[in-house]
Nanobody
Framework: QLQLVESGGGLVQPGGSLRLSCAAS????????IAWFRQAPGKEREGVAS????????NYADSVKGRFTISRANAKNTGYLQMNSLRPEDTGIYYC?????????????????????WGQGTQVTVSS
């Protein structure tokens, strides 16, 4: 079965950190760009970070620059999102996704239609 499985979400206080993982099974992740999306309550899903298949290129939404770091370990078929200095507005369900395209001229880095595989999501709650 071809799937992505996220883990590492939870409840954290403002200013705290979490590390999300995205493990692929049934396919080789190193051919794919990986992105993390999130959906806050009552809001549309948005892209927050992406990384190319080799790991040599990354992109971040302005709201997370300097606080989040995306990485990957192709030997482990896994991607990661390190989240530091978390804020209440970072609360939401975080999804990882895989695409053969790192960037498209029509959709940019986070066009959901370009992503072939999606995880089920992991909840991140930032609250005191």
């Amino acid at each position: 079965q071809l799937q992505l499985v996220e883990s590492g979400g939870g409840l954290v206080q403002p200013g705290g950190s979490l590390r999300l993982s995205c493990a692929a099974s049934g396919f080789t992740l190193d051919l794919y760009a990986i992105a993390w999306f999130r959906q806050a309550p009552g809001k549309e899903r948005e892209g927050v970070a992406s990384i190319s298949s080799s790991g040599g290129n990354t992109n971040y939404a302005d709201s997370v620059k300097g606080r989040f770091t995306i990485s990957r370990a192709n030997a482990k078929n896994t991607g990661y999102l390190q989240m530091n200095s978390l804020r209440p507005e970072d609360t939401g369900i975080y999804y990882c996704a895989a695409s053969l395209l790192y960037y498209s001229s029509s959709g940019g880095y986070y066009s959901e239609a370009d992503y072939d595989y999606w995880g089920q999501g992991t909840q991140v709650t930032v609250s005191s």
